[in-house]
C-alpha cells in the first residue's frame, strides 16, 4: 500500500437576499451586488451539499523522504479553476457565469479551455438528448392494457346555458 496527499475541492454556494431601492433592475442588481460584497451577514445561506459534487484537484504520492514542502505545495496549488454553469431547472434556461479569473488568462488558453467544456458538453448533451428520446419510444410503443378498458358511446352533457333553450 502506499500513501498520498489529495486535494480536492467542493463548491460551496450561498446565497444572501437583499432589498434594494433602484431605478431599474440592472441598477438593482449592482446595488446588491455592491452590497454584498461588504454584508456583514456572516452566514449566507448555503445550498444543499447533496446537490454538488467533489472534484480532485491534485494527486501527490507520498513516501517516507516526503515533508512538509510536498504538503504545502498541494495545499498553496492553484492550478485548477472553475466556470460556473447556472441552470433555471424550473424552465429549463442555461447560462454561464464568466469568473474574473477568466479575464486574466491568455486569450490561447482561454480558447483551448472553452473548446474542452464545449466538447464535454456537447458529449453529455447527446447522451441526455438520447436519453429523452429513448424514453419517449419506451412509452409510445408500450402497448395498453386494453382489456381492461369498457367501450361504449361517449355522453354529450350540454352546458347548463345550452339545456335552457
Not at 82 to 95: H, R, S
Not at 129 to 136: C, D, I
Not at 144 to 164: D, G, T, W, Y
Request: glycine share 2%.
Amino acid at each position: 500500500m502506499k500513501n498520498y496527499l489529495i486535494r480536492l475541492c467542493k463548491p460551496e454556494f450561498k446565497t444572501l437576499v437583499l432589498e434594494v431601492e433602484a431605478d431599474s433592475a440592472e441598477s438593482a442588481a449592482l446595488e446588491a451586488y455592491k452590497q454584498a460584497t461588504v454584508s456583514s451577514e456572516q452566514s449566507w445561506k448555503l445550498t444543499d451539499d447533496a446537490d454538488y459534487m467533489m472534484d480532485v484537484q491534485m494527486i501527490l504520492p507520498t513516501s517516507e523522504t516526503s515533508n512538509a514542502e510536498d504538503r504545502e505545495f498541494i495545499e498553496d496549488a492553484k492550478d485548477s479553476r472553475y466556470l460556473m454553469l447556472k441552470a433555471e431547472c424550473d424552465t429549463g434556461e442555461g447560462g454561464v457565469l464568466m469568473q474574473p479569473w477568466v479575464h486574466e488568462q491568455d486569450h490561447l488558453l482561454m480558447a483551448d479551455l472553452i473548446k474542452d467544456w464545449q466538447m464535454a458538453l456537447d458529449e453529455a448533451y447527446e447522451e441526455h438528448l438520447a436519453g429523452f428520446t429513448e424514453q419517449q419510444y419506451t412509452v409510445a410503443d408500450s402497448p395498453l392494457p386494453m382489456q381492461n378498458v369498457v367501450r361504449r358511446k361517449a355522453k354529450i352533457i350540454p352546458f347548463p346555458s345550452e339545456r335552457r333553450r
